[in-house]
């Protein structure tokens, strides 16, 4: 249902609030570059420091700008199952042909707990549910075995992989076989997961280098393995440089470097240090993105 690259959108903020005007300009910027996806209000778009009215609006106006040339997969995550079931069924109502939801995070839920978690909210809505499977940030990995379970509810129609693992990606796809699409959560790791089976990436660093990542999932996707591997292999000192701090900040602070966006970034992130930044310009330069 969702294949290629799926960038993971930056919220751009300007004077402590949204700017709507950029966040528009980079939906143009993805589609003109063959992004396959937009994915709003996850992580890298800031999530948790977006109010219920702000995280709303995002995905409305991202809809919107869209206009159906490329899904719209929305991040509805919540460590709160009935705020998860709210912001997917808006999300829904809105238009989004999708749901990104982090795992529960924080209370780490036992497996059981995370199963019924996705369960509930699966059932509450009628789009596709990605689910997102980040362990260093939610506290609580989703085991293959659980996974194979949620794969069995019509609606839960893939997993973002970003434990890091390879062997964590190989069980996922032994066990779910073609009942769960598999994307990878790891820039560095899209052509290792795409030969093993998988559709293809969630992408961070798709927010500065689309084309590059969408012509590295289109060459998986064709078979075209020597061309991914080149690709895979020239994108890797610039997604290195994407994750020197937590992230959204370099990606951000990319951004605005290329004049797409304030680096604006809410509190508690905070701008980068002076060493990374430098290490980061040096990256993108090698690259031709300054």
């Not at 005007?21 to 996850?42: A, R």
Request: with cysteine; aromatic share 4%.
């Amino acid at each position: 249902m969702f294949a290629g690259s799926m960038v993971a959108l930056v919220t751009p903020f300007k004077d402590g609030k949204v700017d709507w005007q950029s966040l528009e300009d980079l939906v143009e910027f993805h589609i003109k570059n063959g992004t396959n996806g937009i994915v709003p209000c996850g992580t890298t778009g800031e999530s948790a420091t977006l109010d219920h009215k702000e995280h709303h609006e995002v995905i409305e106006r991202v809809i919107k700008a869209v206009n159906k040339r490329v899904p719209v997969i929305a991040g509805t995550g919540s460590n709160s199952t009935a705020e998860g079931v709210a912001l997917t069924k808006g999300a829904e109502k809105t238009g989004a042909d999708g749901a990104l939801m982090i795992s529960p995070y924080y209370n780490r839920p036992t497996q059981e707990g995370i199963y019924q978690h996705y369960k509930k909210v699966a059932e509450s809505v009628g789009i596709p549910i990605i689910v997102y499977n980040i362990p260093g940030r939610t506290g609580s990995k989703i085991e293959p075995e659980t996974l194979a379970r949620l794969s069995e509810i019509k609606n839960v129609a893939g997993v973002k992989e970003a434990t890091g693992s390879v062997d964590q990606a190989i069980d996922v796809i032994r066990l779910c076989g073609d009942n769960l699409a598999v994307y990878s959560g790891e820039d560095s790791l899209t052509f290792s997961l795409m030969a093993l089976g998988g559709k293809g990436v969630i992408s961070t660093v798709a927010n500065i280098a689309p084309r590059e990542m969408s012509q590295l999932t289109d060459a998986c996707l064709n078979g075209n393995w020597e061309s991914g591997r080149k690709l895979q292999l020239k994108l890797i000192p610039l997604i290195r440089s994407v994750f020197l701090e937590t992230n959204p900040i370099p990606i951000k602070t990319a951004l605005s470097l290329m004049g797409k966006c304030t680096g604006d970034l809410r509190l508690p992130l905070t701008p980068m240090s002076e060493g990374n930044l430098k290490k980061l310009q040096q990256e993108m330069a090698e690259f031709d993105l300054l």
